[in-house]
């Protein structure tokens, strides 16, 4: 039989011991370090310029503070808006931006919940306020007219300064319009153009009767969405289409020749506004983000570095983002609301009237 010293047993236990807590020590940091590991909230918004200001200059201090990340999913209004429908049972994002009627058909299909009390929303613009807060508005623009500068100069043309200038004969073939059917600037347009030809958000009668014969001759291609104009800008074949000061900005950046034109009948009012989406699986988290878009400094942030116009009336900047400030809210103040409820229930007709009869 083999005799074991006390001395050695002791050694031995000692050993086990400081092991199974070396063991204890290292789960306990693991499950610490696994318990700091941020968070991750999806946004669904517009992908380039938006994309790009968010993720670099609005989102950090929210990121810092709750230890959280936020990743952008990219996409069109229309394109978020059928991704949040898919998942409507298991929700894959936590909070979207849409243009602001896309988002009026986002809270009717409930997808969206009510935005929760919190202090920035008293700083808000009314019109920003949409349904009782089930949605806000966290950047408001609008719907004019952008042309090629170049081609303008070449020909010795007079800037545009109406909607009606869609129609006006020496741009046949020059006109570049976003369809009706997948885009907010080309709704916007066709409304425009239909109040001008005595149509309301309700009647669009006039506009579709006139349209073949005044501004259809001039299109030279009806396109899907604003992408393919940067291109169609450069080479010359869109000489006059309906933009926003904020892409035509973008489009200068890049050295494109375009300018924005307020059109003196007032433009359309576009904003992009955001809505916590319902049954999210960070409710708590994505309401406090939802708050942090609307507050001066997240606001003020994308005015400076992205051209953002705020909705909140507390944002205070200087210098050039101050000057694009005033610039855009004195177009706002000449630009007209769309019934967005009236439109939204008339506009899978228009949208088949508009394929079957314009864009055939």
């Not at 610490?32 to 669904?44: E, S, V």
């Not at 009647?203 to 006139?210: M, S, Y």
């Not at 999210?280 to 005015?303: D, I, R, V």
């Amino acid at each position: 039989m083999i005799s074991l010293s006390s001395s050695f047993v002791r050694h031995t236990c000692t050993t086990a011991v400081a092991s199974s807590l070396a063991a204890l020590s290292l789960l306990a940091m693991s499950n610490a370090a696994h318990a700091a590991d941020p968070k991750t909230l999806y946004i669904g918004m517009n992908g380039g310029n938006m994309e790009k200001t968010y993720t670099q200059f609005v989102f950090g201090p929210f990121e810092q503070k709750n230890n959280v990340k936020v990743v952008v999913v990219p996409g069109g209004s229309s394109d978020i808006l059928a991704k949040a429908q898919a998942a409507k049972d298991k929700p894959q994002m936590h909070l979207m931006f849409l243009d602001d009627g896309v988002m009026y058909r986002a809270i009717g299909m409930g997808l969206c919940e009510k935005q929760k009390p919190n202090p920035n929303l008293a700083g808000i613009l009314p019109v920003a306020h949409i349904k009782g807060d089930m949605a806000t508005g966290v950047t408001i623009s609008m719907t004019g007219l952008a042309y090629n500068t170049k081609v303008y100069a070449d020909k010795g043309w007079a800037p545009p300064t109406s909607w009606l200038d869609m129609a006006d004969p020496k741009l046949k073939g020059k006109v570049v319009f976003q369809s009706l059917s997948s885009s907010t600037f080309g709704l916007h347009a066709f409304l425009a153009f239909n109040k001008l030809k005595g149509g309301t958000d309700s009647n669009v009668e006039p506009g579709f009767t006139a349209w073949p014969k005044t501004v259809g001759p001039n299109v030279v291609e009806y396109i899907a969405s604003s992408a393919k104009i940067s291109e169609m800008a450069q080479t010359g074949e869109a000489a006059l289409f309906p933009y926003t000061p904020t892409q035509v900005t973008i489009l200068k950046s890049k050295g494109i020749p375009v300018e924005y034109v307020h059109p003196k009948e007032g433009g359309v009012v576009l904003m992009v506004a955001q809505c916590v989406i319902a049954n999210n699986s960070e409710p708590q988290l994505a309401q406090e983000l939802a708050a942090y878009l609307l507050s001066p400094e997240a606001q003020g942030k994308a005015l400076e570095n992205g051209s953002f116009n705020p909705t909140n009336t507390k944002v205070q900047v200087t210098g050039a983002a101050a000057a694009e400030q005033k610039r855009l809210n004195d177009y706002v103040k000449n630009s007209r609301n769309v019934d967005w409820d009236e439109v939204n229930k008339n506009r899978a007709v228009w949208n088949t009237r508009w394929n079957r009869t314009i864009e055939r």
